[in-house]
């Protein structure tokens, strides 16, 4: 990944095997930041997440970690699941 960018992972792991598979990804990838669900620093905020909370929404739950991890300082944002499937090559390049 460029420097431009900051990718960060959000997961869950429903076992002992899946973690072990997250193990692995991490290793190949050293430049992304990953983040256990419901196990955030509590360091890790946004103004998004801060604002949820002061709506009531409850700061247990993935949309409450995803918000945390919103960059105030990013412009720009992309998020993708993990049942997503591309092909050929994929960029992030600012156009005006």
Do not use: C
């Not at 256990?36 to 949820?52: G, V």
Request: a negative charge; proline letters at 3%; charged letters at 25%.
């Amino acid at each position: 990944f460029g420097p431009d960018l900051k990718v960060q992972v959000l997961y869950h792991h429903s076992d002992a095997d899946f973690r072990e598979g997250y193990d692995v990804v991490r290793k190949f990838h050293p430049g992304v930041h990953f983040h256990q669900q419901h196990n955030l620093s509590s360091d890790i905020t946004s103004s998004y997440f801060e604002i949820y909370l002061s709506s009531q929404g409850p700061a247990d739950t993935f949309k409450a970690d995803y918000l945390r991890l919103l960059d105030d300082g990013i412009a720009y944002t992309v998020h993708f699941m993990d049942d997503m499937v591309m092909t050929g090559e994929w960029g992030a390049v600012e156009r005006r």
